[in-house]
């Protein structure tokens, strides 16, 4: 077994006994890991609260050549959002991206991007923020992470360019705006509006404000892509109201 050492933020734990937990970590050096904490169940354990979800920590664990569970020796709390107490929908928005990662990504597959990102998009909740726009915000990355990036530019039937923003409509599964000529023929479209469009293409390049139209809109439309990647409804997505 070799020792190997990162920093992770914490995105999931899991009761393994009386005594022990589970906890996936991201970590920017290796990606998302499973480590054991022996032990991290008692009050005075080792970790201490360096195991809280949503927890920076720098650790420390054996991996196992092999696969299986590795075993954390070490955990150190590095940042802790503890803003996101006084305030559920943004608490309920961090979990979201938390969960978004845990189940888009493999184990032992590093997205740095993603984990810088996933760290920008949890300080700006611990901060106020708007949890509809760092969630859409957050999405897109996500989406463009995975290689699901939304075609936006290019109608993703077709593949003809989208010259004006009136008459189009979104298909996740066809993975992104639809031409009007396209649109009979594609069973999941929903309409677009031209200001959806629009905010759509400048999230692409950066976090927007959303206006009060555009975060329903936006929330539906990237929701509906995010499901069809996983092939599941997130969890989380029920407590997420625009």
């Known amino acids: 077994m070799s020792l190997e050492k990162a ?3 914490i995105i999931r734990t899991t009761d393994w006994s009386e005594s022990s937990r589970i906890a996936t970590f991201f970590t920017k050096e290796f990606g998302k890991i499973r480590v054991l904490a022996k032990g991290g169940r008692r009050i005075k354990s080792n970790f201490e609260v360096a195991l809280d979800l949503l927890s920076v920590c720098s650790i420390v664990w054996l991996r196992k050549p092999q696969g299986g569970l590795e075993i954390l020796t070490e955990a150190r709390s590095e940042e802790r959002f503890n803003g996101l107490r006084s305030n559920l929908p943004n608490l309920y928005a961090a979990y979201y991206l938390a969960e978004l990662v845990n189940e888009g990504l493999q184990d032992y597959d590093p997205h740095e991007q993603l984990y810088t990102h996933t760290l920008e998009g949890l300080r700006l909740l611990n901060a106020g923020g708007d949890p509809i726009g760092v969630i859409c915000w957050y999405e897109m990355l996500w989406l463009t992470e995975l290689g699901y990036r ?3 530019n290019e109608c993703g039937s077709c593949g003809q360019a989208i010259l004006r923003a009136s008459g189009l409509n979104y298909s996740a599964g066809a993975g992104g705006v639809i031409c009007p000529s396209c649109a009979p023929s594609i069973k999941d479209k929903r309409p677009l509006s031209a200001e959806g469009w629009r905010a759509l293409v400048e999230l692409e390049k950066g976090h927007v404000s959303l206006t009060y139209a555009q975060r329903h809109e936006l929330k539906s439309v990237l929701e509906q892509t995010v ?5 599941k409804r997130p969890r989380l997505a029920d407590y997420i109201v625009a």
């Open 7 to 9: 920093t992770g933020l």
């Open 227 to 231: 499901c069809v990647v996983l092939g």
């Open 150 to 152: 939304p075609r936006l």
